[in-house]
Nanobody, 121 residues
Framework: QVQLVESGGGLVQPGGSLRLSCAASGIVFSFNAMGWYRQAPGKERELVAAISSGGTTKYADFVKGRFTISRDNVKKMVYLQMNSLKPEDTAVYYC???????????????WGQGTRVTVSS
């Protein structure tokens, strides 16, 4: 059974930082690309960043230079370091395993509960 458990969200002021963590189980973690998604109120879920099994990273334009995705294959963890946070980064953040095809990453049907990030003064 696939389980994805996100943590690390919270309330932070604009310009601040947070580090999100995702613990994965039920998958052969080291073989899978992983991604972080977010869903803001009233908006569709969108890809924030992805990391291949070999460590190649991809970022959405709106987080380039501010967010860093990383993974630990031994611990079966994926992380999202978020710096220079903006109010528009406010959302629920989810991790998922992803597949790359047709020129983009696509999530699996397994979603965790997410972790809420609120950027506000």
């Amino acid at each position: 059974q696939v389980q994805l458990v996100e943590s690390g969200g919270g309330l932070v002021q604009p310009g601040g930082s947070l580090r999100l963590s995702c613990a994965a189980s039920g998958i052969v973690f080291s073989f899978n690309a992983m991604g972080w998604y977010r869903q803001a109120p009233g908006k569709e879920r969108e890809l924030v960043a992805a990391i291949s099994s070999g460590g190649t990273t991809k970022y959405a334009d709106f987080v380039k230079g501010r967010f860093t995705i990383s993974r630990d294959n031994v611990k079966k963890m994926v992380y999202l370091q978020m710096n220079s946070l903006k109010p528009e980064d406010t959302a629920v953040y989810y991790c998922n395993k992803v597949l790359f095809y047709s020129g983009s990453y696509h999530p699996s049907n397994y979603w965790g509960q997410g972790t809420r990030v609120t950027v506000s003064s």
